[in-house]
């Protein structure tokens, strides 16, 4: 029996670690659920930043100068828009509309967020399943001092600025794990879940907060792992490390673990943490290089997280 | 008490005479009316090509090598969603799009299309009013040897091959002429309706065939005109002469004239047809060069047809 895998991931982040194990894990051993929780519909399209940002970086899409969107993308929409006056504050490319639009028309047609997906990803070339974490919405809205925004108003239109006071998730209590996310955590091959480097606050709660999600992990067989989004105090991208300054958490690696608590049977931290390691007590730890610039770095730890989830008891 | 006139227009040839209309008159003196019959529903988008010409031609926007679309265009969107296995048989540029997805976001949220189109040629500077034929969808079926096609199937998908039977308008009869264009109909100081070359049968007649419409414009002091859309047996643009011969109807301005029939207080052909000049009977006739090459054609041609309406008895 072939060992599978199961990637839970946000956006870009998550992305790099999810396009590294898709890279040196075989069809079949493999599935990538991503977070929904950023999700909006905006000018009347259904955007959905993670599901894209792991799409693209499958396919080899992926903007890497931008650090976000697609390779070769163009504005003209965007310029087009503003002289209409509509809104601009969300960037969409030309290109990456083609993706909005074609989920957008699915959708309104019946399809499942699940269905959308795996049709749009296999349109790419991508062989793994890539599958939203819920069929069902589920919003991130951010409590800020500013009052309660959706993410998207606070991660892009208020570029992160207000001051973070907690976080819920609209439509988690009747969200359901979609079909093949369910199917991977059944299947009696499962060798590990894989919490990729993402926002654990507004990347990986709107996931792990469905309703008997975290005791299904906690009574798996296989092991949950994580590999930390923060390295030497920062994240390596986003707002986590500032998140966590407003919530008065420290902002390290040992908090993040913290934070997950006893869902982990392991955590990989980076080796620029490697002085923390006497603060994670008795959870076993990965040391290693986690940061990924290029496609080697990115086999390269998702090589090393596969073969420290098979040294995990 | 300033003379005002009322353009009827389809698409790009109907919007040349309508933007010669526009430069020669001043704000308060013309409204155009353009058809709706073409509007279609696709990819979850509210499409309106002979809006977006009018449109297009007034802004100074229009793409002049293509002969439809915008100025500078490209298709990033649509070789995108090619890749995704997405209808690409209707071309829509990057820069178009942005019409169509704020036009549709506006319909949804409750906006008139009279309103949504006030709003987007405002802010492309178009100072004449242009606007819908009616607020209420009329959808244009030809009727074919290969059965009903709607307007765009049989235009763009089918590129005009199937040969045609007739033509009906679904939602007609529940539709009433727009706002503006009504006070357009009531204004005491209406000096002329103009139909701008374009197709009877599926530019016009949507138009034309609202109820009541034709027994309105009959009845007002002011002449109604029409500008032939046939030239020396051609049409300008467009498949209304292949039409024409396909209804066995004489691909001529003359059958055109005798199309409008009563309608019509005068006619405008090309000097072209100056040998068909005897078969009009009574109708009061202005020849004259009506193929609109550039802008000063557009004005020339405008001005001799205002002209014209004011020495019709």
Redo the contacts between chains.
């Keep these: 029996m072939t060992a599978t895998y199961l990637a839970l991931s946000g956006g870009v982040g998550g992305a790099k670690l999810a396009s590294g194990l898709a890279a040196v894990l075989r069809p079949g051993q493999l599935t990538i659920v991503a977070n929904v929780g950023d999700d909006f519909d905006h000018?009347?399209?259904r955007i959905c930043p993670d599901l894209d940002s792991n799409m693209y970086a499958l396919a080899g899409l992926n903007n890497e100068e931008l650090g976000w969107g697609?390779q070769g993308?163009?504005w003209?929409?965007?310029?087009?828009?503003k002289?209409?006056?509509?809104e601009t504050w969300f960037n969409l490319?030309?290109?990456?509309?083609?993706?909005h639009?074609?989920r957008?028309?699915r959708l309104?047609a019946g399809e499942s967020l699940s269905d959308v997906t795996q049709?749009?990803s296999r349109?790419?070339g991508i062989t793994h399943p890539l599958q939203p974490a819920s069929d069902e919405p589920i919003r991130t809205i951010v409590e800020t001092e500013a009052g309660d925004l959706s993410f998207q108003h606070y991660f892009v239109r208020d570029q992160c600025a207000p001051a973070v006071l907690g976080f819920h998730f609209d439509g988690i209590d009747n969200a359901n794990v979609s079909p093949v996310f369910a199917a991977a955590l059944s299947d009696p091959s499962l060798a590990a879940v894989i919490i990729c480097p993402s926002n654990p606050f507004v990347s990986v709660d709107p996931i792990l907060r469905m309703p008997g999600l975290c005791d299904r992990l906690r009574s798996l067989d296989a092991p949950v792992l994580a590999v930390s989004p923060i390295v030497a105090g920062q994240a390596i991208k986003g707002p986590a490390a500032k998140m966590m300054a407003e919530l008065n958490v420290p902002a390290t690696s040992v908090a993040v673990a913290e934070y997950y608590g006893d869902l982990l049977d392991g955590f990989i931290i980076d080796v620029q943490d490697t002085g923390l390691v006497d603060q994670f007590a008795e959870l076993p730890l990965l040391v290693t290089e986690t940061i990924m610039k290029n496609a080697d770095d990115r086999a390269a730890l998702a090589r090393s997280v596969i073969d420290f989830s098979g040294r995990l008891p």
């Design positions: 000018l009347g399209l697609r993308e163009t003209q929409f965007m310029a087009a828009l002289d209409f006056g509509g490319g030309d290109q990456d509309l083609a993706v639009v074609e957008t028309r309104a049709a749009l349109a790419l």
